[in-house]
């Protein structure tokens, strides 16, 4: 064998390079597989990816056309001749939708300038955009601040997906991403890119409550975006990004920085010139920004006519479409409709500023509080406090029947502080209290058209309104109406039905309830027998009570009161007495006793009060017309007239002569309940009708106060309410006739009859003719005979005197009639008791 230096060497040799080429293969190997590894997970990562993206995409919701319009849209109140007067929003709901075409081209120009450059190029996707946003963030040390979404990607994000500011994890922020560029690109499939634009301009966030270019247009310059000029428009775009940041009014510098930027860009991509884009640049826009927003800027609350307005639509709403009341609301506050109401803007500033003097009818103004009260103690417990609280403590210490009624606000808040004194606060309790004066006593009024049952004014107090749907005491607080009952309940059925006339004899004299209590007059005087005319001037209670029990009945009554659209009666007062004075268990809405006399000025038909007219959806269709109110007849027209002609003569020489026009005929009926509580005037004219309510909310008495001012305020605003129309009388309807009356007998009169005119129904004149009044002469005396002398008549009564039970004296009478003769001054009201008797059936007063 060679075992020689040379030969080993080789042989190391060739066992040294097998060992290196398998160590080589080794190697090969383990990098195959090492690529094919990572080519395997790169394969399963994408497979994964499509899987999740697939997952992602199939849970996308189903989105058309429609979905990704703007919801929400601000409505409208109009008056009856097409003056907005009021808006109806929400925080979700401040839009004016406005067509691509109603919108300057600058407008739209400028969004896509700074949002989506390439938006007239791309599909829904900007490919380009996410590329850059994604260089931009990783050299940015992943910090990822730009954004490349495409308009049509906002556009759905805010309407298809408005939560995404509460997502918390990268998860949902990419799955929402995901499913905004799959819906984008089916959403660029159906829309135009002018359509996708309109959309986006009437969505988008555009700063202090607004939502879409009309609403910020408005806000920001007060004027219809489509008279917006170019820096104007540019001031809008400059928002979008960041409302809040950009907002033009409270950091107009920013915004400023940001509107640069939008011109800049409009400049570059063509779409103004050098000319406008220099104009725009030197404009001091941000001086009228702010002088606008402070003048737009309205955080008053609803008016009142507002507030019964929107019940009345929740009402129908749910009445006549179905809705429930979340939805009825919902509708009104983000739906875009256009309501037509019934208000007179002209007749409402009238009643509002007359409401406003009243104070000058008063001799006195005092103050009601509400209050509440809640102590956080240190201890972390609360301590609640009410008004009925502090209302005990002051009438325990202070023996007050009223005791949250006070002679000026520093009383009040004198007495609060001293209420909190006995409460044990501590240096580090805190303390929550709500308080809330108002002046006092207090005022409603409701004036309608009679014929139309539109009403034209309402005013639910007086005083400053600082929330809206608050206490409205003309549609939403219910009060005895004294003797204005006396018409509905008693002399309407009576007259009607009943066989009586005007001239119809009623005795006054003692009389009780069937309780065995006593029926008192307000003068606390009986005046005999008297007539139904008379009863009504005067306003006699025990003529009321015993016509309602002894001729109409109680229950015949009480459903007169329904037919009239009293809704508050009670099973107890079907069968009370004390209707006839008004006493009922829940007193009266102002509204619906201004309707009841509204049905007699119209001749007896009662027509449903309304306070809108016609409603439009936010497409212009008609989704509730409400044009022609229900009607029905409660009385018929001769005695609807026969009522009305006794009224004037209350209004003219009775009770209610406080209210007595300059140049307008008038009827109606004064009321007062137990103590003055309630002060009331329900009267109308041949062109509207209107009710005057006063009182003090916690019912306190105005025995003291002077018994007319609601009175002269109902004659301070019809007068105004009347200026340059035409006096004309009542109608007489030709179911009416005159006839000569016995004043003594209520008979038609004969010639020896002291006599008067009066109306009556056509088929409830008289046919009996009175018997005479013959009076024997005295037996002649024996002495000479005694002539008179020359040039002397027998004493008559004068031409057109007055005559107890109502007319004109025709005929002269030896005997003069039982019942007193009218004074020729009419009795005012001033202090009167009770009208509304103590009854069993009738409300504690």
């Given at each position: 064998?060679?075992y020689?230096?040379?030969?080993?060497?080789?042989?190391k040799?060739?066992?040294?390079?097998?060992?290196?080429?398998?160590?080589?293969?080794?190697g090969?190997?383990?990098?195959?597989?090492?690529?094919?590894s990572l080519?395997?997970?790169?394969?399963?990562?994408?497979?994964?990816?499509?899987?999740?993206?697939?997952?992602?995409?199939?849970?996308?919701?189903?989105v058309?056309?429609?979905?990704?319009?703007?919801?929400?849209?601000?409505?409208?109140?109009?008056?009856?001749n097409?003056n907005?007067?009021?808006r109806?929003?929400?925080?979700s709901?401040?839009r004016?939708?406005?067509t691509y075409?109603?919108i300057?081209?600058?407008?739209?120009?400028?969004?896509?300038?700074?949002?989506?450059?390439?938006?007239?190029?791309?599909?829904?996707i900007?490919?380009q955009?996410?590329?850059?946003?994604g260089?931009?963030?990783?050299?940015?040390?992943?910090?990822?601040?730009?954004?490349a979404?495409?308009?049509?990607?906002?556009?759905i994000?805010?309407?298809?997906?408005p939560?995404?500011?509460n997502?918390e994890?990268?998860?949902?922020?990419?799955?929402?991403?995901?499913?905004?560029?799959?819906?984008?690109l089916?959403?660029?499939k159906?829309?135009?890119k002018?359509?996708i634009?309109?959309?986006?301009?009437?969505t988008?966030?555009?700063?202090?409550?607004c939502?879409?270019?009309?609403?910020a247009?408005?806000?920001?310059f007060n004027?219809?975006v489509s008279?917006?000029?170019?820096?104007?428009?540019?001031?809008?775009?400059?928002?979008?990004?960041?409302?809040?940041?950009?907002?033009p009014?409270?950091?107009?510098?920013?915004?400023?920085?940001?509107r640069?930027?939008?011109?800049?860009?409009?400049?570059?991509?063509g779409?103004?010139?050098?000319q406008?884009?220099d104009e725009?640049?030197?404009?001091?826009?941000?001086?009228?920004?702010?002088?606008?927003?402070?003048?737009t800027?309205?955080?008053?609350p609803?008016s009142?006519?507002?507030?019964?307005?929107?019940?009345?639509?929740?009402?129908?709403?749910?009445?006549e479409k179905g809705?429930?009341?979340?939805?009825?609301?919902?509708?009104?506050y983000?739906?875009?409709?256009?309501?037509?109401?019934?208000q007179?803007?002209?007749?409402?500033?009238?009643c509002?500023?007359?409401?406003?003097?009243?104070g000058?009818y008063?001799?006195?103004?005092e103050?009601?509080l509400?209050?509440?009260?809640?102590?956080?103690?240190?201890?972390?417990?609360?301590?609640?406090y009410?008004?009925?609280?502090?209302?005990?403590y002051?009438?325990?210490?202070?023996?007050?029947?009223?005791?949250?009624?006070?002679?000026?606000?520093?009383?009040?808040?004198e007495?609060?502080?001293?209420?909190?004194?006995?409460?044990?606060?501590g240096e580090?309790?805190?303390?929550?209290?709500n308080?809330?004066?108002?002046?006092?006593?207090?005022v409603?009024?409701?004036?309608?058209?009679?014929?139309?049952?539109?009403?034209?004014?309402?005013?639910?107090?007086?005083?400053e309104?600082?929330?809206?749907?608050?206490l409205?005491?003309?549609?939403?607080?219910t009060?005895?109406p004294?003797?204005?009952?006396k018409?509905?309940?008693?002399?309407?059925?009576a007259?009607?039905e009943?066989?009586?006339?005007?001239?119809?004899p009623i005795?006054?004299?003692?009389?009780?309830?069937?309780?065995?209590?006593e029926?008192?007059?307000?003068?606390?005087?009986?005046?005999?027998?008297?007539?139904?005319r008379y009863?009504?001037?005067?306003?006699?209670?025990?003529?009321a009570?015993?016509t309602?029990?002894?001729?109409?009945?109680?229950?015949?009554?009480?459903e007169?009161?329904?037919?009239?659209?009293i809704?508050t009666?009670?099973d107890?007062?079907?069968?009370?007495q004390?209707?006839?004075?008004?006493?009922?268990?829940?007193?009266?809405?102002?509204?619906?006793l201004?309707a009841?006399y509204?049905?007699?000025?119209n001749?007896g038909?009662y027509?449903?009060?309304?306070l809108?007219?016609?409603?439009l959806d936010?497409?212009g269709?008609?989704l509730l017309?409400?044009?022609?109110p229900?009607?029905?007849?409660?009385?018929?027209?001769?005695?609807?007239?026969?009522?009305?002609?006794?009224m004037?003569d209350?209004?003219?020489?009775?009770?209610?002569?406080s209210a007595?026009l300059?140049?307008?005929?008038?009827?109606?009926?004064?009321?007062?309940t137990?103590?003055?509580?309630?002060?009331?005037?329900a009267?109308?004219?041949?062109?509207?009708?209107?009710?005057?309510?006063?009182?003090?909310?916690?019912n306190?008495?105005?025995?003291?106060l002077?018994?007319?001012?609601?009175?002269?305020?109902?004659?301070?605003?019809?007068?105004?309410?009347?200026?340059?129309?035409?006096d004309?009388?009542?109608?007489v309807p030709?179911?009416?006739?005159?006839a000569?009356?016995c004043?003594?007998?209520?008979?038609?009169?004969?010639?020896?009859?002291p006599?008067?005119t009066?109306?009556?129904?056509?088929?409830?004149?008289?046919?009996?003719?009175?018997?005479?009044?013959?009076?024997?002469p005295?037996?002649?005396?024996?002495?000479?005979?005694?002539?008179p002398e020359?040039?002397?008549?027998?004493?008559?009564?004068?031409?057109?005197?007055t005559?107890?039970?109502?007319?004109?004296?025709?005929?002269?009478?030896?005997?003069q009639?039982?019942t007193?003769?009218?004074?020729?001054?009419?009795?005012?009201?001033?202090?009167?008791?009770a009208?509304?008797?103590?009854d069993p059936?009738?409300?504690?007063?």
């Amino acid at each position: 064998m060679n075992y020689g230096k040379n030969n080993l060497s080789r042989r190391k040799k060739k066992i040294s390079s097998k060992k290196k080429m398998q160590k080589k293969r080794v190697g090969v190997r383990l990098f195959k597989a090492v690529i094919v590894s990572l080519l395997l997970l790169c394969v399963i990562g994408v497979a994964g990816a499509g899987v999740f993206a697939y997952q992602i995409i199939q849970n996308t919701p189903e989105v058309t056309a429609e979905d990704i319009m703007p919801q929400g849209y601000t409505s409208f109140i109009v008056d009856q001749n097409g003056n907005q007067i009021e808006r109806l929003n929400d925080s979700s709901s401040n839009r004016v939708y406005r067509t691509y075409d109603q919108i300057p081209e600058y407008m739209a120009h400028a969004f896509v300038a700074i949002e989506d450059e390439r938006f007239y190029e791309h599909n829904g996707i900007d490919l380009q955009g996410i590329i850059r946003a994604g260089v931009i963030g990783i050299t940015n040390g992943f910090n990822f601040t730009e954004g490349a979404s495409t308009l049509t990607q906002q556009l759905i994000k805010n309407n298809v997906f408005p939560d995404f500011v509460n997502e918390e994890t990268l998860f949902d922020r990419v799955e929402r991403k995901l499913q905004e560029q799959y819906l984008a690109l089916q959403i660029e499939k159906d829309l135009s890119k002018e359509e996708i634009l309109e959309a986006y301009m009437n969505t988008i966030n555009l700063g202090q409550g607004c939502l879409g270019v009309q609403a910020a247009s408005t806000r920001y310059f007060n004027k219809n975006v489509s008279d917006l000029t170019l820096s104007e428009c540019a001031v809008i775009a400059a928002i979008t990004q960041n409302p809040t940041r950009y907002d033009p009014v409270k950091n107009p510098d920013d915004n400023a920085e940001r509107r640069q930027r939008v011109l800049d860009n409009m400049l570059e991509q063509g779409y103004i010139s050098q000319q406008e884009y220099d104009e725009a640049v030197a404009d001091n826009v941000y001086d009228r920004i702010l002088e606008t927003a402070a003048a737009t800027t309205n955080d008053e609350p609803y008016s009142y006519f507002v507030d019964a307005l929107i019940e009345q639509l929740v009402n129908d709403l749910m009445t006549e479409k179905g809705y429930s009341e979340a939805q009825a609301y919902n509708l009104i506050y983000s739906g875009g409709l256009t309501i037509t109401a019934t208000q007179d803007s002209e007749i409402q500033k009238i009643c509002d500023e007359e409401v406003a003097d009243v104070g000058d009818y008063l001799s006195v103004t005092e103050y009601g509080l509400e209050y509440a009260l809640t102590i956080h103690r240190e201890d972390g417990t609360a301590e609640n406090y009410s008004q009925e609280q502090l209302a005990s403590y002051i009438r325990d210490k202070y023996d007050d029947d009223y005791p949250l009624v006070f002679s000026s606000e520093d009383a009040a808040n004198e007495m609060i502080a001293e209420y909190k004194s006995t409460l044990n606060i501590g240096e580090n309790d805190t303390v929550d209290e709500n308080i809330n004066l108002t002046l006092q006593p207090q005022v409603s009024v409701v004036l309608m058209d009679q014929y139309t049952g539109q009403v034209k004014a309402i005013v639910g107090g007086r005083g400053e309104k600082k929330t809206s749907l608050s206490l409205n005491r003309a549609t939403g607080s219910t009060r005895q109406p004294g003797s204005c009952f006396k018409i509905l309940s008693t002399y309407a059925p009576a007259l009607n039905e009943c066989g009586m006339n005007l001239s119809s004899p009623i005795v006054d004299e003692y009389y009780e309830y069937k309780t065995g209590q006593e029926v008192r007059n307000w003068d606390l005087t009986h005046v005999g027998t008297t007539n139904m005319r008379y009863a009504i001037e005067h306003s006699i209670n025990v003529c009321a009570v015993r016509t309602l029990t002894e001729v109409v009945g109680e229950e015949k009554g009480f459903e007169y009161l329904e037919n009239f659209g009293i809704t508050t009666l009670t099973d107890e007062d079907r069968t009370s007495q004390a209707k006839a004075l008004g006493g009922i268990t829940n007193g009266v809405y102002n509204i619906e006793l201004t309707a009841a006399y509204a049905a007699i000025a119209n001749g007896g038909t009662y027509t449903e009060p309304i306070l809108y007219t016609q409603v439009l959806d936010h497409d212009g269709n008609v989704l509730l017309d409400n044009s022609t109110p229900d009607t029905h007849e409660v009385i018929k027209e001769s005695t609807a007239y026969l009522l009305t002609n006794a009224m004037e003569d209350v209004i003219n020489q009775g009770t209610g002569t406080s209210a007595r026009l300059d140049n307008m005929h008038a009827a109606g009926k004064t009321g007062t309940t137990n103590s003055s509580t309630d002060l009331w005037l329900a009267a109308y004219t041949p062109y509207y009708t209107a009710s005057v309510w006063g009182g003090y909310d916690s019912n306190k008495p105005m025995e003291n106060l002077s018994q007319s001012w609601h009175s002269r305020l109902w004659k301070a605003i019809m007068d105004k309410v009347h200026e340059g129309l035409e006096d004309k009388e009542f109608e007489v309807p030709s179911s009416v006739v005159e006839a000569s009356i016995c004043s003594e007998t209520g008979l038609l009169a004969v010639s020896s009859c002291p006599s008067y005119t009066d109306y009556f129904a056509e088929e409830n004149v008289p046919t009996q003719s009175c018997s005479g009044h013959y009076v024997e002469p005295e037996p002649e005396e024996e002495a000479v005979e005694e002539t008179p002398e020359e040039g002397t008549t027998e004493e008559v009564p004068a031409e057109g005197a007055t005559d107890p039970n109502g007319g004109t004296v025709e005929t002269p009478s030896t005997e003069q009639p039982v019942t007193p003769e009218t004074p020729a001054e009419p009795p005012v009201e001033e202090t009167p008791p009770a009208e509304t008797p103590t009854d069993p059936a009738a409300p504690a007063q």
